[in-house]
């Protein structure tokens, strides 16, 4: 009787044993398979162009966000923490208005700062008193720009630092992003900080599409994965190049960001914009080259887009209501460019879109172009996109049609610019020719 109850008792240690080690082969198999799904992936690169919104605590001095509190002194972070909530006071944020302008600009998803490397956490949490709820404004602004956003038909990403300059500054520790004790992964504090902050963003406000982790991902992504499958994290698991691009396309996602200016917050003075004409040829390229724009705005502290923001987010309205279809749902043509003509390829057919630029070309003129990557069918159709090529205002007398031959030379192509867009009839931004049945002539 012993030997059979020590017989059952060994099986089912076995048993027990064996188990164990099947669900610890089963967890480390879930957690290898977690990951950006190449669906969700082809989806982001569809989406071209996103709203990233640097905007917290500290935006009302007009200063870098953040960063100023690294090798500030004890007294400074210490005003920093305790003292700029209480005047941060938005009265005049409209965030429905944000995003009907992101929406006129073509903006298919936004990226919120809910928390940068401060630690000042834009949305209500119970991990830490340093967080919007405690300022005048005293409402979950995230919540607000989610549910803006998505009545607009915006996604929505979430913009999280892994970084945390109040836990640290709480730590007894110097405010850094480089030291070892400031990395999560060798703070177990801070990283159960950031998980519990992650938990909230990914329970609270419904799915989000996109999660930027700028700083150390491990076991954050990880994590975000397990609460949304579907979520695609941007920085931290693809290339994200911040102020530059690539030289040459890159393969699978990729997403470049920029600022308007030269800083990501709101900056009153001494700050010099890009030009709504670079804006627009840098989208070109960033397509041209297989990637997404991720285009920053620095609201104020009152709560607004500046002026000298929104007006170059309305001249690059203006280009995409015209060229819309040769930006979203396109893929890199097989080279980039001809000297300064780049290319994209619609992705579900064979129509190529050229575009025109460094040039300055009136209304009613003709210009003629050679392209030698092109090679086109006797089904092709060639024509400057939003305009139909049947008309000239007041000039009834003149056939602005386009044309073209093709020869061992090249494609060559005839085209005049026939819609009025400015009343000067000039017009200094890129021209797009649209070109169908097109084949790769090398």
């Keep these: ?12 240690t076995i048993t027990l ?28 690169m569809d989406q071209a162009l996103g709203m990233f919104i640097h905007w917290s605590v500290d935006s009302q001095l007009g200063s870098v966000i953040s960063h100023s509190m690294v090798g500030a002194s004890d007294d400074y972070l210490e ?11 938005p009265k005049k944020f409209n965030p429905d208005d944000w995003a009907r302008i992101a929406k006129l600009a073509g903006m298919k998803y936004v990226v919120f700062t809910t928390k940068h490397h401060s630690g000042f956490c834009m949305f209500k949490t119970k991990t830490t008193d340093f967080n919007i709820m405690n300022t005048p404004h005293g409402k979950d602004i995230t919540k ?4 803006a956003f998505r009545r607009h038909g915006i996604r ?49 406000y419904g799915p989000i599409d996109m999660l930027f982790l700028d700083g150390t991902p491990d076991e954050l992504k990880q994590l975000a994965w397990q609460l949304q499958p579907n979520i695609v994290v941007t920085r931290g698991e693809m290339e994200t190049p911040e102020q530059k691009m690539p030289d040459e396309p890159m393969p699978g996602p990729w997403e470049a960001c920029f600022t308007l200016g030269t800083q990501w917050h709101f900056k009153p003075t001494n700050e010099d914009y890009k030009s709504g004409t670079k804006l627009i040829e840098m989208l070109i390229e960033i397509r041209a080259k297989g990637g997404n724009f991720l285009l920053n705005v620095g609201p104020t502290p009152d709560g607004e887009i500046p002026f000298e923001q929104t007006r170059r987010l309305r001249e690059l309205a203006l280009w995409l209501f015209v060229n819309r279809e040769s930006i979203y749902n396109i893929r890199p043509w097989h080279v980039i460019r001809e000297d300064d003509i780049w290319f994209t390829k619609a992705k579900d057919s064979d129509t190529v879109y050229a575009f025109v630029t460094k040039t300055d070309w009136p209304k009613g003129e003709r210009k003629n ?55 000067n009839t000039k017009w ?9 049945h097109a084949k790769a002539a090398f």
């Excluded at 669900?23 to 190449?38: C, D, F, I, Q, V």
């Excluded at 005003?79 to 006071?89: A, C, I, T, V």
């Design 156 to 204: 929505v990403g979430f913009y999280f630092s892994p970084d945390d300059f109040w836990m640290l500054h709480k730590q007894g520790k110097d405010v850094s992003r480089r030291r070892a004790e400031a990395l999560p992964t060798n703070n177990p504090e801070l990283m159960a900080h950031n998980k519990a902050q992650i938990r909230e963003l990914l329970t609270n």
């Design 369 to 423: 172009f050679t392209l030698k990557s092109i090679r086109v069918t006797d089904k092709s159709e060639i024509e400057i996109l939003g305009q139909s090529g049947r008309v000239l205002e007041y000039q009834t007398n003149v056939n602005p049609k386009a044309s073209w031959k093709q020869d061992e030379n090249g494609l060559h192509i005839s085209a005049m610019r026939a819609q009025r867009i400015y009343n």
């Design 17 to 44: 044993l064996t188990g164990c080690a099947t669900n610890e082969l089963s967890t480390e198999s879930r957690m290898a398979k977690l990951g950006n799904k190449p669906q969700r992936q082809e989806w982001f």
């Design 144 to 147: 607000q720009i989610v549910q």
């Design 79 to 89: 005003r920093f923490k305790n003292e700029l909530p209480g005047s941060f006071y």
């Design 428 to 436: 200094p931004n890129p021209v797009v020719i649209k070109i169908t």
């Design 1 to 12: 009787m012993n030997s059979r109850r020590s017989a059952i008792l060994l099986l089912f």
